[in-house]
């Protein structure tokens, strides 16, 4: 495999950057010309001496606003671990370099575009769980490592990443254009990586969950849902298991999305919006294309739905079933659980049920398996894609689940367990795993909904707990005020970075200039002033009590009223996205 450059400086001057790779024997120089925006190979005697100097970790790519373009380099990394005698890394800090020397050229209008351009490329950047490795490609499971052809292992880490997961696929456009390059850059994955050393019977073997996040109809919670017209479904996970003894290795992979038809949860201000299945579109057309792309890439499927079977959730899961049935493939497996229901009352043991209704199946998929020879043992022939409303907290908690299951039988078949030894009762080794399916949940959570996950003191401890349900309740508070205030700025982060839309110099205005209704800036002053005017005519009474009382009544009913009007206007009060208007959005 042609791998990347791991160390580099970066010299700048006033005409150009210089990315010297530093790894031993290289000497390579990317020069990048700041006016031309030019990229092309040079030597280290070209860089001068004047050039400022300083040591960086790695480039995630260029990107046009409203000033021109953009470097943006990786400024500091954290090992995670080792995988298969390749180093991962955690990207950390980051540095977005402007190609110009001033923005004096620029309008005020224009500044202040390109200053929240900036915020939203920050706000992507400062969302934990950026991964690489400049000598391994993480994009792609073990089983399809494996099966690949002697041209595909020839191929540069750019040009054989799994499109799915490189989140600087937009970034590198430039660099992936001249195959020179390809050494200076490495696909960047979104999602969680933990790498663990454990040791049962005195036997030592590493442990390794990665998720992929996709970047297909990436967003946030109440913007992005369902699937788009490719059947790329929203909040889509793929989760890896690896197990590695005495060169042995084996691999359990499982999926998370949102239910594959056309349906949407836009905020409006109430705690939970009401969803609504589309009227006007064909859902086999995108369902189909779903699952036909899910097939190729994972063989057999059997969908776990964990959504409520009763209220407003119902809907969805008819619909879920229905299509399920009227695609009519034998590859497909529907699989309904209410999760709310069965586990009501802190009767989390119920969830065996689930485990036991599905465990045929699993062993029928198996999992993957490679001897020290480099020999397949087994092939994972399907894969469990479970899904909650946001693909969250209920998936997580399944998901660890069957991945203990899985891992019982590899580590068995390894010989790291004894026949008839259990994995929980490892008490140092399950400590280990259920605190790092806690943190993916965490992970996965903070992506798509702002917040960590909910139900996490299950999959630390194996059983709820109150302080487990208060916590819960503290980040649903979170997730409801970052849903409705903060969340469209953060699909418009995730838009721009991804390319799903594009800066045009050019272009005078942006659509971040969009003019609030009335009702937006008066009615909370409105309401404000008449909720304090009460409780000041509480605290302060009249010559009587009819006299307060009126005045109570009066207030109260003015800043209740006024509420009332604000709610029934939910949608023109929270936080939409403004720069991509498309089905998503629906």
């Known amino acids: 495999m042609a791998t990347a450059y791991e160390r580099f400086k970066l010299h700048t001057s006033p005409e150009k950057f210089y990315i010297e790779a530093c790894d031993d ?17 040079t030597v280290k005697k070209d860089i001068p001496p004047s050039a400022v100097t300083r040591p960086i970790c790695g480039i995630m790519g260029t990107i046009r606003l409203v000033a021109g373009m953009y470097l943006i380099i990786i400024t500091k990394k954290k ?33 202040q575009d390109n200053k929240c351009f900036l915020a939203m490329l920050n706000n992507v950047l400062n969302t934990d769980g950026f991964y690489f490795a400049t000598n391994y490609d993480l994009t792609h499971s073990l089983q399809r490592l494996s099966n690949t052809s002697p ?14 997961f490189v989140w600087n696929g937009h970034l590198l456009r430039e660099f992936t254009a001249q195959p020179e390059l390809h050494k200076f850059a490495f696909p960047v994955l979104h999602g969680y990586i933990v790498v ?59 999926t998370r999305g949102s239910m594959p038809f056309f349906w949407s949860q836009r905020p409006n201000l109430k705690y939970k919006p009401k969803p ?47 299509m399920v049935t009227s695609l009519g493939n034998g590859m497909v497996k529907y699989v309904a659980f209410d999760f709310h229901k069965e586990c009501s009352q802190m009767r989390w043991e119920r969830l065996q049920i689930l485990v036991d209704r599905v465990a045929e199946m699993q062993d029928e998929f198996g999992y993957f398996m490679v001897d020290s020879d480099g020999k397949v043992l087994m092939q994972q022939e399907g894969t469990f894609r479970s899904n909650c409303m946001d693909c969250l907290d209920r998936t ?21 367990l004894h026949v008839g030894q259990r994995i929980e009762e490892q008490d140092d080794f399950e400590n280990i795993y259920k605190n790092a399916w806690a943190d993916n949940a965490n992970a996965c959570a903070k992506q798509y ?21 208060v916590m819960d309740g503290w980040n649903s508070m979170i997730r409801y005020y ?45 309401m404000v002033v008449a909720f304090s005017m009460c409780i000041i005519c509480l605290l302060m009474a009249g010559d009587t009590w009819t006299e307060t009382l009126a005045y109570v009544l009066f207030w109260g009913t003015a800043s209740i009223g006024t509420a009332a009007i604000i709610l029934f206007n939910g949608n023109e009060f929270v936080d939409a996205p403004k720069l991509v208007q498309k089905e998503k959005m629906d």
């Open 482 to 526: 970052k849903n409705n205030f903060s969340d469209g700025f953060r699909q418009d982060s995730i838009d721009l970075f991804l390319g799903n839309y594009a800066v045009d110099e050019a272009d005078s205005s942006t659509p971040l200039h969009v003019q609030k209704d009335w009702k937006f800036l008066t009615l909370p002053i409105i």
């Open 276 to 322: 609504q299945i589309s009227k006007t579109v064909n859902h086999m057309d995108g369902f189909q294309r779903h699952f036909d792309s899910q097939i190729i890439s994972y063989g057999k499927q059997v969908v776990l739905n964990l959504i409520n079977q009763k209220g407003s959730e119902n809907p969805l899961e008819q619909a879920f079933a229905k």
């Open 25 to 41: 024997g290289a000497n390579d120089v990317l020069a990048i010309d700041r006016v031309s925006t030019e990229m092309t190979l």
């Open 151 to 164: 041209e595909f292992q020839e191929m540069s880490l750019l040009e054989r990443a799994d499109q799915r």
């Open 396 to 416: 997580n908690v399944i998901q660890s689940l069957l991945a203990r299951r899985s891992l019982q039988s590899q580590l068995q078949r390894l010989g790291v």
């Open 196 to 254: 663990k050393s454990c040791c049962i019977n005195g036997k030592y073997f590493d442990w390794i969950i990665i998720s992929r996040r996709s970047c297909f109809r990436a967003g946030v919670r109440y913007y992005v849902r369902g699937i788009d017209s490719e059947g790329h479904a929203a909040n889509f996970v793929e989760t890896e298991q690896i197990v590695q003894y005495n060169g042995s290795k084996a691999s359990f992979v499982q």
């Open 79 to 111: 090992k995670v671990g080792d995988l298969f005698g390749h180093t991962i890394w955690k990207a950390t800090e980051f540095d977005i370099i402007s190609y110009k020397k001033t923005v004096l050229h620029l309008t005020d209008n224009q500044m």
């Open 449 to 469: 909904a702002g917040t960590g996950a909910l139900k996490t003191d299950f999959t630390r401890t194996g059983k709820r707990t109150q302080w487990g349900l």
